[in-house]
């Protein structure tokens, strides 16, 4: 069995006395898994958590990547637990930059920057040239084509969601996170949308982290539901685990 | 292979320029804002400093406003003299003979001479020579204006120099022939005067002192000691400011003096004035631009809050935001000192075309040196950078996550 591409074990954040817990996470490459749970119980802190853009009160293991890749078979897994503890804001930074891709809730386009622009930005960050065999494909699916050059305030918000999504990928990260990427659209093109993140999921053989609470579109593209919980033991809290 | 670059400052800097010019109306309402404070300040400072360099000018171009007249004759000595030319502020010093014997009769021939002209010892750096003219060696002296005219000659022509003495109940003349080897402009001295080397006045001071001179024709009786005391001096300060400094030491040296202080005086006043007035001006402006940039960045960054909060998602560094911030700034800043200037540049033309009308054509009534408009940029520049810095500490305090939700 391959090692997993994101493993993370006994994680909490306090939000006052509401606590929000993670016993146990582990995603494979291609794998796509979505947090759901009723609005407010932590749905997307856990996701900034994991996105390390929060600093957890306790967590004892977050790895990512299994980095068996022909130039360092030997490698181990990024330790990201420690960066986290030690709070390095900088080294986190640069992971966010290089190894993640987030779709924010209304697609968190630069207005200043065009739809081309906004999805090369990640690959410029990074050095790497503006334009990629698999930029170029997820353009011509999610049909961008005629959208590169204008500016984000120009388009609809699925058109938004869409080159979202585009630019998330674009830098190939390892782990795609996305907050409720169809909360804006319509079913049908929320249905598009997901079937495009697990069909692309798999062919980029990243890790996909999604929140939704639409639960008939997910069980529809048979996707692994992380679902929260109340927490029976501690009074006031949610616990996320994998639904039955 | 997964890259490990991170991201460069000249992409940081190319999207801060983008970001203002996709919000180019309110960066242009920054810039004008800018604009406003930059080219009045520019004008009334040229204007200050046009003034006062035109009144300083004037002065300059007259050596006598330089001048530290001595009064009376005094004994001075070889240590005096040292003494005198080491203090700070001397621009020219140079022995000077009882006043009687700094006389002589000049003549070209018997219909054009002139009487009792004033002899007056020169050298290099002599202000009444001017960058012009070569100071007066041996037999080739210079005429002020009005005894060139007198005598109707001009440079290269011979006259003659001559001194009378009384000796023994005896007249005697004793004479020299001279070289005019240039004469002084109008400005410069407005009586008829020569000017020669410290070494033919000495020589016609030991003559009516009836020693025996051969430079003036009379070789017989007692030769001349080597002359170490002078009477009197020629003084001028190097600067309008030094005048009264050394004014004061020849005071202390129980030497009266005669200045021209009043009217250095009344062009340091009119620049103290002028210097107070653009002061005030100056801060009650800098302080409402502050005002205003402080409140215009610190909107403009609550403004794009979420911009910033998702440049820090994608993993721009806490640090390259605030640059973000500044460099912005620093644009903007950048933008508004060129147009500030451009105004400038026009506004002065106007007053030095319509108010310099009635000057000399090199005369100039509004200007700035190179020095003066690089530390107004550098002063712009830095207000600008502490006005951002001050947003930057609030950007990089601004959460990536703000940028995932809609708040």
Partial sequence: MTPPMLHIENLAIHRGTYRILLPSLSLARGEVAAI????????????????????????????????????????????????????????????????L???????????????????????????LPASGERVEEAIEQLGLQPLLHKKPAQLSIGERQRASFVRAIAHEPDLLLADEPTAALDPLQARRLFELIVETTQRLRIATLLVSHDWGLLRACAIRRLVGVPDAENNGGTVFRDAP | MRPEARPGWGLLAGLATRDLWHDRKVS????????????????????????????????????????????????????????????????????????????????????????????????PGDPLLGARLAPPQGDSVLLSASAAR????????????????????????????????????????????????????????????GFAVPALGFASGRPALPRERYARARV?????????????????????????????????????????IFAVIAWTAAIGCIASLAGAFLANIDRKRKDL???????????????????????????????????????????????????????????LENLHILLAFASALLIASLVAALGGYRAIHIQPAESLRDL
């Fill in chain 2, 309 to 367: 909060a998702l440049l820090r998602l994608l993993g721009f560094r806490r640090a390259a935001v605030g640059v973000y911030v500044m460099v912005q700034a620093a644009l903007l800043t950048c933008l508004a000192f060129g147009l500030g200037y451009a105004a400038y540049l026009a506004g002065s033309t106007v007053f030095n075309r319509v108010l310099g009308a009635n000057l000399a054509a090199d005369a100039f009534v509004c200007r």
């Fill in chain 2, 28 to 123: 242009l309402c920054i810039v004008a804002s800018l604009v406003a404070v930059i080219a009045p300040l520019l004008l009334l400072f040229g204007l200050k400093h046009g003034v006062v360099s035109q009144l300083r000018g004037e002065l300059l171009d007259d050596p006598r406003n330089l001048e530290i007249r001595l009064l009376g004759n005094h004994d001075l000595d070889r240590a005096w003299f040292a003494r005198l030319a080491a203090q700070p502020g001397v621009g020219f010093v140079m022995p000077l003979t009882r006043s009687l014997n700094a006389q002589a009769d000049l003549a070209l021939d018997s219909q054009r001479f002139v009487a009792g002209a004033e002899v007056i010892p020169s050298g």
């Fill in chain 1, 36 to 99: 759901t749970g009723a609005s407010g119980c932590g749905k997307s802190t856990l996701l900034e958590m994991i996105g390390l853009i929060l600093r957890p009160e306790r967590l004892d293991r977050y790895e990512l990547g299994d980095e068996a890749d022909a130039a360092t078979p030997d490698a181990a897994p990024l330790d990201i637990a420690a960066l986290l503890r030690e709070d390095r804001q900088a080294r986190l930074a640069d992971l966010r930059a290089q190894r």
């Fill in chain 1, 101 to 127: 891709g987030f779709v924010p809730q209304s697609g968190g386009l630069l207005p200043f920057l065009d739809v081309r622009r906004n999805i090369a930005l990640p690959r410029r960050m990074l050095g």
């Fill in chain 2, 150 to 209: 007198k005598l109707e000659v001009s440079g290269g022509e011979r006259i003659r120099l001559l001194v009378l003495r009384k000796l023994d109940g005896n007249s005697e003349r004793g004479q020299r022939e001279v070289t005019v080897a240039g004469v002084l402009p109008e400005t410069a001295f407005p009586r008829p005067a020569l000017l020669v080397s410290l070494d033919l006045l000495v020589a016609m001071e030991d003559f009516r002192d």
């Fill in chain 2, 236 to 276: 001028y300060a190097g600067s309008l400011d030094a005048v009264a400094p050394l004014a004061g030491w020849l005071e202390g040296e129980r030497i009266e003096t005669s200045t021209r202080l009043r009217e250095i005086e009344s062009v340091k006043a009119v620049d103290r004035v002028l210097g107070l």
